[in-house]
């Protein structure tokens, strides 16, 4: 079966459904999702919308700014967990959780 396109255009068409969302709050979600993402085609059309929709540069930039302060956050406490069960794993501490095996899929 091939790609359908029109399930990503339900999805999207679903965000914009909620009422409980200004239109202003949902172009700055979906520019954070975009960024997060990491798509530079849906940052710049998110970007031009949000521009279109009135919302000033130095908005958008503090919204990326924010979540670029937010995934810098989440990778470090990632990575700090990640240490973390590797020494535990050095210590036989982890069990079967994050053996190898479990790793491995096994």
């Not at 535990?88 to 491995?104: D, K, V």
């Amino acid at each position: 079966m091939g790609y359908e396109g029109h399930l990503v255009k339900d999805y999207l068409g679903k965000t914009h459904e909620t009422v409980l969302l200004t239109a202003r709050e949902k172009h700055l979600l979906g520019l954070a999702v975009a960024l997060t993402r990491g798509c530079q085609v849906c940052t710049r059309n998110r970007i031009s919308q949000a521009r279109l929709a009135g919302i000033g540069d130095d908005v958008l930039n503090a919204l990326a700014e924010a979540v670029a302060a937010v995934n810098a956050g989440v990778s470090a406490a990632t990575a700090r967990e990640g240490f973390r069960l590797a020494d535990a794993l050095l210590a036989g501490e982890c069990g079967p959780l994050c053996s190898p095996e479990s790793a491995a899929g096994k």
